[in-house]
DNA sequence: CGCTGTGTTGACAGGTCTCAATATAAGTGG
DNA sequence: CCACTTATATTGAGACCTGTCAACACAGCG
């Protein structure tokens, strides 16, 4: 267990031994799926979550037209499912884009974790409101700029995703995606997506060979999608007094 | 404190009469404030985060040339503010739409309920989730329905909350918004609200006279806007678990 | 080799934006 | 109360962005 990818919860304040043994403890056997797999769908009854081992996974909703809306794209260290906690149906469809390897967590375990480890449960609140943060900038970036920000906005998303998972990562993605999960994600027409990547790999912005983009001039990206900048607390006074409570 | 709107948190699970003291107990003394006044904005270092009693505030995020992009119309008995806890500078704005009351909550108390009230603490996790589907569903709109979809979307959605808190409530709304407000909120142009309202109107749907809409066939604009139909969950074993454990 | 899914291209229609100008309402100071 | 200023709503014409439909190219795969 000790190779789990916490960089997530690190990222946020350091846990103790004792936190991270409780949050493995969480978890069930692993379960590994193939790419194209369903952990569930939209409207599905569901009574767990799962941590995201390896592989990558999109998380979204169809709607009429063979069009979907894919909310989010989950790398290692993710979370899934935790949005359709509050509702009797799952709120989104979870699709594995590559081989997968997850972690199942009963609600019910999760539940103990808020009397048995608070100042897990308050890093784990603030990991939902940095989802929450993430999902504000989506919002911006749909609805107030134009197709090409809007893809230049989903590469450096990932690519500053990628680069905190691992800093050494190159300006290469790997992307499993279709096109036409691409205009998914970004709202538009998968013709249309094809049109603009083109337009950003003629101006020189990206490179692309196969299903591998290259970001050439990630400055440049950066500054068409106009992103806010956010960083994460790590000060948080809160917290510690809370854990000063409980030593 | 007894008339604090606290319905929110009531749709999730009953709150027992010492954690819905401790809530109160969180609160500073009330700030009425004006409309138009500015709670805090995105950038700004904030300590604290608020609990609407009163009025209407949007919370959103300026982007060049004067637009802007509304993430959410706030109505009582939300709490603003928490996005921006997981980071170093605020993520947003919340200005006052109407005059507005609010109680402070520094966030030092806030962590210490999640030692306090551990069951409190995952009701307010769970708030979160649910306003992170809120999010999903926004984007689902923005990102792939037309104009009018998000129109009618916008109003079924207000309405359905003003619903929520008082079951009485009539179709009509009194919205204390300009249409360059709207159109931040839904992602168009100030100038196509105008046009698309007009289209409503002439079809039937709704109904205008000045700032109040009134909408005449609820359903017709559900359908047309074709959102997602959550019901928020409520039996909540691991939380019943919970609330066991320190009985 | 012929599937099937994905990528690419073209022509055209439709939605939305831009840039005005005007009308109406709301607010202000005299 | 009126005259004035300002904010907001409404309208029109044209340009731009994006969607639609259809055809074709290309790759992976049996």
Redesign the pocket.
């Known amino acids: 267990m000790a190779d789990l990818p916490l960089n997530r919860f690190r990222e946020f304040v350091d846990l103790t031994e004792a936190e991270l043994a409780a949050l493995a403890a969480l978890c069930g056997e692993p379960e590994r799926l193939p790419a194209r797999s369903v952990l569930h769908s939209q409207g599905d009854r569901v009574d767990r979550i799962y941590f995201l081992v390896s592989g990558w996974l999109a998380s979204g909703v169809a709607v009429p037209?063979g069009?979907q809306q894919i909310f989010k794209i989950h790398l290692p260290g993710d979370m899934l499912g935790v949005p359709s906690m509050a509702v009797t149906r799952a709120a989104e469809t979870l699709t594995a884009l590559t081989p997968i390897t997850v972690l199942p967590i009963q609600m019910e375990a999760f539940g103990e974790l808020f009397t048995e480890q608070p100042r897990l449960a308050a890093v784990l609140f603030l990991c939902v409101q940095y989802e929450r943060v993430a999902l504000m900038d989506r919002l911006t970036s749909i609805g107030r700029?134009?197709?090409?920000s809007?893809l230049a906005a989903f590469f450096v998303h990932i690519y500053d995703r990628l680069h905190a998972i691992d800093a050494r990562h190159p300006p290469t993605l790997d992307l499993p995606?279709?096109?036409?999960?691409?205009?998914d994600l970004v709202?538009?027409?998968?013709?249309?997506?094809?049109?603009?990547?083109?337009e950003l790999e003629t101006t020189g912005l990206i490179a692309?060979k196969?299903?591998r983009i290259e970001l050439v001039d990630v400055d440049g990206l950066r500054r068409l999608a106009d992103l806010p900048a956010h960083r994460l607390r790590r000060d948080y006074g809160w917290l510690r007094d809370n854990a000063a409570d409980r030593a």
Not at 145 to 148: D, T
Not at 177 to 183: G, M, W
Not at 190 to 196: D, E, G, L, T, Y
Request: charged letters at 25%.
């Open positions: 037209q069009v700029s134009r197709s090409l809007r995606l279709t096109q036409a999960e691409l205009a709202g538009i027409t998968a013709v249309h997506v094809n049109r603009k990547l083109q692309r196969r299903s």
